[in-house]
């Protein structure tokens, strides 16, 4: 297969691309500013928000399959527009598309979120993830959104930030649950979806339900570190207006896949 990686230089574009040469398949990744570090990918630099820059590549490359990856937090052109213009040039060469997208999009709530749930974002990234979502449907209702929470693993910001936490450099929320999915995990899911027909959204996180502060205690014991060192603190004490709790039901994925989705208690005993 010829795969295009979209944000190659990414946490999870480096990982696909790392599986997918390992697997044979002849890989084009992009970058944006940073470098794509995975020796047998064919480099070449992007900007997603530049739609005819975006048609001309897909048009040259010709892939099979597109994944796309990028974001930016606070930057709606990236997230959105750059989804929009990925999804637009792919239908136009007819490759297969696998759209990343994020629990971000969900309001939060105590229950957990199906696979079919529309979005109910209550902040711009979420919001973002949820525009991107519909635009991809909309130009290519036969495209997958893989819907993910914390992406974990060797380099991960996310365990960057529970050190950063055990180090009293800053305060993890006991407030905010997610379901940490580890990133070989998650890269092999989103190859066997390319490789599939699946269409429309799709959970694909880990099973166990953790608070940030949660994690970060596993993290410390995983490390040998001290969790009395732990720093903690509430999203509502921090003022921060982002969803509480976001559990996705990962249970098609699991029977979908055979890739085994490994919670973060057994990636991290
Ligand atoms: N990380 C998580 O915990 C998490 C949780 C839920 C969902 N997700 C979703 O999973 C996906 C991958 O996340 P990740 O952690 O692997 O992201 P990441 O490491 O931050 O990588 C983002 C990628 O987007 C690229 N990018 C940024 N701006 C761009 C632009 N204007 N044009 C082209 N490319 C651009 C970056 O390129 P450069 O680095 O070269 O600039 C990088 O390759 C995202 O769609 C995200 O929403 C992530």
Known sequence: MNLLVVGASGFL?????????AAGQSVVGTYHSAAVAVPGVAARRLDVTDRAAVRALLAEVRPDAVISTPYRYDDWT?????????????????????????????????????????PTPIFPYGAAKAAAET????VDPGAVLVRTSL??????????????????????????VRCPIDVTDLAAAV??????DYAGPLNVAGPD???RAE???LVARHLGLDPGALKTTTAIAAGVRRPAEVRLDSSRAAGLLRTRLRGVTELLA
Do not use: N, W
């Not at 635009?135 to 909309?138: L, S």
């Open 191 to 196: 190859l066997e979806l390319a490789a599939s």
């Open 78 to 118: 990236v997230t959105a527009d750059g989804a929009a213009h990925v999804a637009y040039a792919s239908a136009e060469v007819g490759a297969r598309l696998v759209h990343l997208s994020s629990d971000a999009l969900h309001g939060g709530r105590p229950e957990p979120y199906g696979d079919d749930e529309v």
């Open 135 to 138: 635009v991809v449907r909309a």
């Open 151 to 176: 992406i974990v693993g060797e380099g991960s910001k996310q365990i960057q930030l529970c050190r950063d936490a055990l180090a009293g450099r800053m305060s993890l929320f006991t407030d905010e």
């Open 13 to 21: 574009g480096a990982e696909v691309c790392r599986q997918a040469v």
């Open 209 to 211: 339900a953790v608070s």
């Open 215 to 217: 994690l970060g205690l």
